[in-house]
Nanobody
């Protein structure tokens, strides 16, 4: 079954930077395409995940207002990967960050609403 595998979280001081990576992995069949890919986050104590940034297969980006000018989402369709460059981090960016794909099409099946396992980002003041 296809999975999204994330990396790149950690602890950083306010004003610092981190880069999150997420790649789709399928050990048996080829991945043919991935629709929109997104990064969500869930802060400690929050009930819901917040959509932080999204990117279409063609590269159109969207961001929540609180990260505009600080975060950049990008993707490499040849690697089935999406990235989130986070600059000028603030304590309020502290959260678990989750990669998400709207739909992944493989040579054998398609699957909707695929989530990564999450990676922790902690920003100290």
């Amino acid at each position: 079954q296809v999975q999204l595998v994330e990396s790149g979280g950690g602890l950083v001081q306010a004003g610092g930077s981190l880069r999150l990576s997420c790649a789709a992995s399928e050990s048996i069949v080829s991945i043919l395409s991935i629709d929109n890919m997104d990064w969500y986050r869930q802060a400690p104590g929050a009930k819901k995940r917040e959509l932080v940034a999204s990117i279409t297969p063609g590269g159109t980006e969207n961001y929540v207002d609180s990260v505009k000018g600080r975060f950049t989402i990008s993707r490499d369709n040849t690697k089935n990967a999406v990235y989130l460059q986070m600059n000028n981090l603030r304590p309020e960016d502290t959260a678990s960050y989750y990669c998400h794909a709207d739909r992944i099409i493989t040579a054998a099946y398609g699957v909707h609403d695929v989530w990564g396992q999450g990676t922790q980002v902690s920003v100290s003041s």
